[in-house]
């Protein structure tokens, strides 16, 4: 690493190397029998060279010929793709806790019979289709540039997917558990999903209109993705932002609150730094309903003539051939008071989104959203009545985290986002009545 | 190469294990607005070991030389740990041994094509919506993907087959005050560079339809009557059929495997579906499966009865149906899954004209914007719709994103058009990317469809 550096310094002004090594397993339980095993054993490095105000990218996996992983990068300065930023010096990085070395001596078996732990109660209480699976990911990541950074982090994850598949169909009721070092998913969370797998077992057609929905953290993606859309300085750049330049007011209701929380480090995706070198802090997006700020890498931040904030990630890919665009370390919704039990006694007419089928398509940057509900429970007076199927939920963001009921006091951790379900009034609900 | 894998794998001891190497030259051209955003080409490369032994099958993927007798003895373990935890073993279907080199012949190489040239034809495409007042984005970039591989298993089959994709594509972005529109825009191919040649119309009107969505109004939710034209009717066969066609998605889905028994009637007798890899000049095309086995065209609906699956040698055994050759992995960072490789409804005889006539009030609803399955339920959205009165098409509508039965609605398919077309970009997401999923499809005339809108 060390030697690419120098060797850069001796054709670019500025250079940078992330290098990377990743070791994953994926136990995976299908119809509740142990169906395959899947496991990789990645490294790789990428390379930003700045040089006459230009910047140039190359990535190898095998850094067996460094003076072709150079040309790559040079040869990629001829377009002319501007860099309008300097890569950061960061010495002093929070300390966090982001690795546990048990994960690595838990064997194979453990997580095998975890898998089959679970699906056995499942399949036990419900009379669904059973999916476990049970995944480790051990990395390592450096990042080292000519300004004097070399900063480098070790983490362990542990991720458990659990749920009860409704038969006929390939959606069901999931959820998910993550730690850095294995252990067994909590009670509460399979009684949940047997709660409300055997809640839904009548199928309902229920009348269509506005109602109240209840987004759950498995299908907050579809408002997430919009939020993220709307308070990226990509959008912002691109002028598609429809909340850019209205800093200081109110955006949405006063029970919203939105931030980064890098520094979270009780989720193994915390991160003291980000994919570029900068320095991660707790960010406030939304405050009560208040917008505060957006966030920005590297690139976007010299085009804006913003501060960084430490939001550059290889997100969306194969993180070596990844360049670092805007993307959020631990993305959270701040929880509010009510019990799950509490936000359906709520519900006089409405629905239980469990999960979206569609949040990636349809205007993301207009912050519009219409999915296909997969699955969602119907709700009448407090009571779960049934399953609805052929049915669609559509709004616009903008105006939906306008009308919150109430947010749900836990939050759950998927992938990076950490959510609590979130109750919303006057969502539109097409359904075939 | 083939030296080098197969000391790999002889190291295995087991009833059988293949490896994939592959070299993955990517490059890419990017506009950000009339900047360049991202430019260059990069090599990078890997391994792919499976290992199939006392009844259990487990792979790994490697990028390190050195970790390879390590990653051999994982699958090995793990596969022994699968056969151990199973009553009934994993077995595959048998296969022919194969020692193969397929290099396709192109329509104008990309490797051949400088940088300079692929970055001014990026451009020129970019600029074409730059050039109108209400666009305030277009983010058009060139991807070029050439996959060199080395399969090898221990039945000795050894076939070296490369896989080169153009993609030229992107976003379009109008605005009008506070009303934000989009429109996506693709082009490319596997046969070549020549497919993103003169693409000049499509930018042109693609950017038309970008402002005009700005005077459009949003499509009042509720079920319609629909013709799907072929860009969307794609999508459907894709993703409301296609992906329960995989017989690794319904292998482990008791329910949704004894629904879709071979024999049984899903449609009216309009309906044919079919999965053809093998058809020359199109995005989809392969010789060989990441398994080795050669692909072949699979009638999937023939008069609206299943009659076929895609299959891996695994599902294949395990089903005791042929094998199709349609195990695809996307690059050496995965082992293979089944996906569809070229999947379409086959055409009919009837006229847009005819389709319009027979529709009478609906919509008519125009290329894709995304989609996804949960089974028995699909949802995809679509760029634009027309309102159909009386035959014939009147107003654009936006905001387009339609739901369905899949059982209900392919029986619902009431009458299907005469020219089949099929789609140039692909990038289906199951797990892995696969760039070059075709579909396509003619016009087809749908009834009952849940419309969504805002």
Redesign the interface.
């Known amino acids: 690493m060390e030697k690419l550096i120098e060797l850069s310094k001796s054709v670019s002004d500025k250079a940078e190397v992330y290098w990377l090594k990743q070791n994953a397993n994926n136990i995976s339980f299908k119809n509740a029998k142990l169906h395959d095993i899947d496991s990789k054993l990645q490294s790789g490095a990428s390379l930003r060279i700045i040089k006459d105000g230009r910047i140039g990218f190359a990535c190898t996996r095998n850094l067996l010929n460094r003076e072709e992983f150079l040309r790559n990068a040079l040869n990629s300065l001829q377009g002319g793709a501007e860099a309008d930023y300097e890569f950061p010096l960061t010495v002093k990085i929070p300390e966090l806790n982001t690795y546990n070395a048990s994960l690595e001596k838990t064997a194979n078996t453990a997580l095998v019979n975890e898998c089959a732990r679970v699906s056995e109660l499942l399949k036990s209480k419900t009379s669904g289709e059973i999916v476990a699976d049970a995944v480790t990911h051990i990395s390592e990541v450096r990042i080292s540039n000519t300004a004097g950074t070399d900063i480098s982090y070790k983490s362990t994850a542990y991720y458990m997917i659990a749920g009860v598949i409704f038969p006929g169909s390939a959606t069901g009721i999931l959820r998910f558990f993550t730690s850095k070092a294995f252990e067994p998913m909590p009670d509460s969370l399979i009684n949940e999903i047997i709660h409300l797998y055997n809640s839904a077992s009548k199928v309902v057609v229920p009348k269509g209109g506005p109602m109240k929905t209840l987004f759950m953290p498995n299908s907050s993606g579809v408002l997430i993705a919009r939020i993220l859309s709307g308070l990226s300085g990509k959008s912002i750049y691109e002028k598609i932002s429809p909340i850019a330049g209205k800093a200081g007011q109110k955006i949405w209701s006063g029970k919203i609150t939105v931030y980064d929380d890098p520094l979270n480090d009780k989720y193994p995706s915390a991160r003291a730094f980000d994919d570029e070198g900068v320095a991660c802090r707790y960010l406030p997006f939304v405050e009560k309903g208040v917008l505060k700020n957006f966030y920005y890498d590297l690139n976007y931040a010299g085009k804006l003539k913003a501060a960084p904030n430490g939001h550059g990630y290889k997100w969306g890919g194969d993180t070596i051939t990844t360049r670092p665009m805007p993307g959020i370390a631990q993305f959270g919704i701040g929880t509010g008071d009510k019990t799950l039990a509490e936000l359906i006694k709520a519900i006089d007419r409405g629905i239980i989104l469990e999960g979206a089928l569609g949040g990636h398509s349809g205007n993301i940057p207009n912050g519009d959203y219409s999915i296909a509900v997969s699955p969602a429970l119907y709700v009448e007076n407090g009571e779960i009545v049934g399953q609805v199927k052929d049915a669609m939920v559509a709004g616009n963001i903008y105006q939906t985290l306008k009308n919150v009921v109430d947010i749900g006091d836990t939050a759950s951790a998927l992938g990076n986002n950490i959510i609590p379900p979130i109750l919303c009034d006057e969502v539109s609900v097409v359904t075939k009545r | 190469m083939f030296d080098t894998l197969r000391k790999i794998i002889n190291g295995a001891k087991a009833d059988y294990a293949d490896i994939r190497y592959e070299i993955k030259k990517?490059t890419i051209?990017a506009f950000?607005?009339r900047?360049?955003?991202?430019?260059?080409?990069?090599?990078?490369?890997?391994y792919v070991v499976r290992v199939l032994d006392k009844g259990?099958?487990?792979?790994?993927?490697?990028?390190?030389?050195t970790?390879a007798s390590?990653?051999v003895r994982?699958?090995a373990?793990?596969?022994h740990?699968?056969g151990k935890?199973?009553k009934e073993p994993v077995r595959f279907a048998p296969t022919e041994v194969i020692k193969d080199a397929f290099i396709p012949e192109l329509k104008e190489d990309p490797r051949k094509v400088t940088?300079?040239e692929k970055?001014e034809l990026t451009r020129k495409y970019n600029n074409i919506p730059l050039k109108y007042d209400k666009i305030?984005?277009a983010?058009i970039s060139y991807r070029e993907i050439c996959r060199e591989k080395y399969f090898l298993n221990s039945e000795g089959t050894e076939i070296r087959e490369d896989l080169i994709t153009v993609q030229l594509s992107g976003l379009i972005?109008s605005?009008d005050g506070?009303?934000?529109?989009?429109i996506r825009v693709g082009a490319g191919g596997s046969d070549g560079f020549s497919s993103i040649r003169n693409q000049e119309k499509l930018f042109e009107e693609n950017t038309a339809v970008a402002i005009d969505l700005l005077k459009s109004s949003p499509v009042k939710?509720?079920?319609y009557n629909c013709i799907l034209n072929p860009g969307i009717t794609g999508v459907f066969a894709h993703e409301a059929f296609g992906h329960f066609s995989e017989a690794d998605?319904i292998?482990?889905?008791?329910?949704?495997r004894e629904?879709m028994k071979i024999g049984g009637n899903f449609g009216s007798d309009v309906l044919n579906i079919a999965d053809d890899a093998p058809m020359p000049g199109q995005l989809g095309f392969y010789k060989y499966d990441d398994e080795g086995v050669k692909v072949r065209r699979v009638q999937l609906i023939k008069n609206g009865v299943l009659t076929g699956r895609l299959h891996s040698r695994r599902t294949a055994a395990e089903f005791n149906e042929p094998l199709s050759g349609h195990s695809i992995a996307e690059d050496y960072?995965y082992?293979p899954i089944i996906r569809m490789g070229n999947i379409f409804i086959e055409p009919g005889s009837h006229s847009l004209e005819a389709l319009l006539g027979m529709l009478g009030d609906g919509l008519y609803v125009v290329d894709a914007?995304?989609?996804?399955?949960?089974?028995?339920?699909?949802?995809?959205?679509a760029l634009y719709a027309y309102l159909v009165k009386n035959g014939k098409k009147t107003e654009m509508v936006?905001?387009i994103?339609i739901?369905?039965?899949l059982y209900q609605t392919l029986k619902d398919i009431k009458a299907v058009g005469n020219e089949l077309v099929l789609r140039k970009t692909g990038g289906c997401g199951k797990g892995q990317?696969n760039l070059r999923s075709s579909l396509g499809g003619p016009n087809i005339l749908v009834n009952n469809l849940?419309?969504?809108?805002?």
């Open positions: 990517d051209v950000n607005g900047e360049l955003s991202q430019i260059g080409s990069n090599s990078t490369d890997g259990g099958l487990a792979s790994v993927a490697f990028t390190q030389l970790d390590k990653s994982f699958a373990e793990n596969a740990l699968i935890a199973r940088m300079a970055l305030v984005m983010n972005t605005r506070n009303l934000i529109q989009n939710g509720g079920m998605i292998e482990t889905l008791p329910a949704m629904k960072n082992a914007k995304g989609g996804s399955t949960s089974g028995e339920n699909f949802s995809f959205g936006r905001d994103n739901s369905g039965n990317l849940v419309v969504g809108g805002i």
